[in-house]
């Protein structure tokens, strides 16, 4: 592969409005008009500056802590958030996981969720049909998929999410926290997923607060605090950054 | 492009599907809710107020036709913050909501169209080919239309819930101002400029002519729902410029 990015953020920047009162009722502009025009409230820069070159075939990870601003910027790699400044490139095809079992529905039964699902992810109808008794074989499920998904325990929720998502083919994955999925033998199928992913030479952001697999799967981490990234040199440094705060 | 379509018809199915999940007859309500509704309208009209045959099928097909641009409406308005959850996980072309919601109408507008024929058995209707093409002209129309409305409101809606309720109030007004239950006719001259003005007017106008009594249709109601198909076609683009160009933004104001 040549040596172009596969995600290039460039002087990110992403704000939002936070406003002070929440609640605006019509009584209230009534009895002050001007507040139409002056809403109170403050920009919150939840990421400033972010620069950030992955290349392909890199495994990223990202550590950081609850509200450093780690979602918006996998929102904005997605592309589901615009940045309020800067560039977001990203060269080739790419799946998200910003969480498991996008548009799943309690009321659909398990077979029915596995093709909204999939086709969500980017999946083709025939490829599905294809693959679906390999999904229900990862997930341990052959029994169950005719039932509403409603009556499924979340585990089994999860993994039937998880056996989707691993059938998405893309250049480009991004995986937030989904590591903490299910019992130690589902646990130890997926670090498998993650193994071929990067013998296959995929690239992967991956989030996690677990250092252990950041050790494990990562050619390079990360850390993000109070939306500024920090770069170190080893991945030790970058465990060792997360777990000081 | 081939996922588009499919993702269209994936949420077309499912929402279509699970409104009737958890109901002992399913999928029959379908057929059955409007077979009823239309014919509690249609007793009343013919036994109490004693309406001659084309008023009692006009009515119907007026108030299918209104019901269904009301419905599409309201489907197509709360269409992006229904699926707020998809949309803030992942990205697809954000209109394929919209568009998935206002089709599930027009299949509800499909079936009650059904319903519309059996009753035709009891009380003939007189439809051409050229008839049916005036018709579907015309169905063509509120179609386009409420895919453009669809795309201007839903993104209003994220930021301004009370359109909803004022929406709702329109549709009421605009029901009103639309000859269902009475005819063009029956209005003062100066009051029926201003009714013919609202282009549903013409399209149910239109729409009892083509498939009621389908041999009186000439050249210039063509020219006339042409135009309507354009006015339409208008409101459509305007829509979606207006959504194309808010709708990036649209995932933090959920």
Redesign the interface.
Known sequence: MDNKPAIQIKNVRKSFFLPHEKHDTFIEYATNPMRLFRRSGEQYDVLKDIDLEIYPGEFVGIMGRNGSGKSTLLKIMAGIYEPTSGKVKVNGSMVPFLELGVGFNPELTGRENVYLNGIILGMKKNMLKEKYEEIVDFAELEKFMDMPLKNFSSGMQVRLAFSIAIMADADIYILDEVLAVGDVAFQEKCFDIFRKYKSDGKTVILVTHSPGSVKQFCDRAVFLKDGVLHYYNTIDEVTQAYING | M??YI??LS?FIS?DF??RY??SYLGIVWIILKPLALFGVIYLIWSNIFHMDESYKMGLLLGIIIMNTFSEAVLMGLTSLMSKA????????PREIVVFSAVSISFLDFFFNMLVFVIFSIFTPINTTLVGFLLYFLCVLSVFVLTLGLGQFLSVIFIKLRDIHNLMIVILQLIFWMTPIYYTLEMLPPDLQKYIKLNPLTLVVTYARKGLISGDTVRVEDFYQIGTVLLVCFAVFLLGNMFFRSKV??I??YF
């Open positions: 081939n996922n499919e993702l994936q499912t599907k699970l999940k958890n959850g998809i949309i803030l996980k992942i990205k697809f990036s933004k995932a933090e």
